[in-house]
């Protein structure tokens, strides 16, 4: 009679200088069915029964990182079990073991349909496809690190996606959902893709559509930064991709989703990925000048500034102003400019037909034009002149207000 138990879960310490699990003894006989063993480095893994290191392992074999072991291993009563690695990676801590339990009241009794040798199957589980057995024009998902040729270099294990087939038995792309196989490094960076492959035995190639990450920045758990890539071909083994629909700045560019600061829009195939608005009074100030001229105020929380991601003839910078002023000659008129990188533009403007003194507002909208304006960083700036007349235009301190906003737009 078999009771299940509860799975029991160990780290390694340092026992003898290597890497060891104990299971400590219960006061009845015990079966083990099933062990999951981990390593932070490639190393050979021992069980041992009643003694540590006494004897032959009751189960051995080499680990590659992760590795399970399977059969029934019978555990008498008040013996200890072992699981011992030949390498510890930069803690002992990094090994370890998960065991399946199930009571028995007789450990070494015949019982119908099972195996009762001593000895245990410690073959590599590297793959499991659901359902089992699928035939090749049924749909199935596969799960491991038995991995197609071409991605065993870049990648540790992956989940696969496989379609049903209607022509073309295994030449229909398949998508995963893969981990990267690197260093984790200072960081502890773990990386994972989205992608397409096939493999068909003839030709093996792939192409990865997504990629986040995440780091754990101070080692803590406190700190985590993660980011988010989407491209058509962020990496290309052995594939050419044509009809690309994502993309942002050509065909091969990048664009980092976790780099955004502010919501985004769409337009057409393109993406304004920027946007950025300031408000605030004028600190009172005039203007006689024909020329622009910066006009004084303060701008709410700075003066507008856009991190432009497409490069020059893709996209452009556009902006809406709105303001108010006062003149003191009816023959007067003022125009309205704002500056993007040593350039004004003209905005918006007021005829010289003034009443004098008297509050006047006026708003407009421009954009950039001629796909000059390069992928950088820009800040815009509201300027004035004196279009007509003699006269001065006027703003006043906390009387007369400015608001803008600029953000980036396809070409």
Known sequence: MRTAERDEYQVGSLVGGLPTCTFSPKSYHRVITNIVVTNSVTSAVACYRGIL????????????????????????????????WSAAGTSPQFATARVQWERDDNPFELEAGRDTGQEWATEFVTSLQVPTGTPLNDPSIVIGSDLPP????????????????????????????????????????????????????????????????????????????????????IDVNNITVTGNQVQFDGVTDIFLLSS???????????????????????????????AYANIPWTPIPSLPSIAKIGSAGNTEIEVTMHITFYVDDGATGPEFAVNINGVDHLICKHPPTNPITQRLAVSGVVRTTGGTLAAGNYTITPRWRRS?????????????????????VPA
């Not at 270099?153 to 989940?159: K, L």
């Not at 993406?271 to 024909?290: H, I, P, Q």
């Not at 006269?391 to 953000?407: E, H, K």
Request: some cysteine; aromatic content about 10%.
């Open 150 to 233: 071409c991605m065993q270099a870049n990648y540790a294990s992956a989940v696969m996606f496989r379609p049903r087939y209607s022509q073309a038995p295994d030449s229909a792309p398949i998508f995963f959902i893969a981990q990267r196989n690197q260093p984790v490094g200072a960081n502890y960076v773990n990386v994972v893709d989205h992608g397409w492959v096939i493999d068909n035995g003839v030709m093996c190639g792939y192409v990865v559509q997504r990629r986040v990450a995440a780091s754990n920045q101070n080692g803590l758990g406190t700190n985590f930064v993660m980011t988010d890539k989407w491209a058509p071909n």
């Open 388 to 408: 007509n007349g003699g006269g001065t235009v006027l703003m006043n301190a906390g009387d007369d207000y400015i608001s803008m906003s600029a953000r980036e």
């Open 53 to 84: 290191g006494g004897g032959v392992p009751v189960a051995q074999n080499l680990l590659g990182i992760n590795n399970t072991l399977r059969g029934d291993i019978k555990i008498p009563a008040g013996q200890a079990f072992y699981v011992q």
């Open 260 to 290: 955004l600061n502010t919501r985004f829009f769409a337009y057409g195939d393109q993406l304004s990925l920027r946007t950025d608005n300031a408000w605030g009074n004028s600190t009172g100030s005039t203007t006689t000048s024909v």
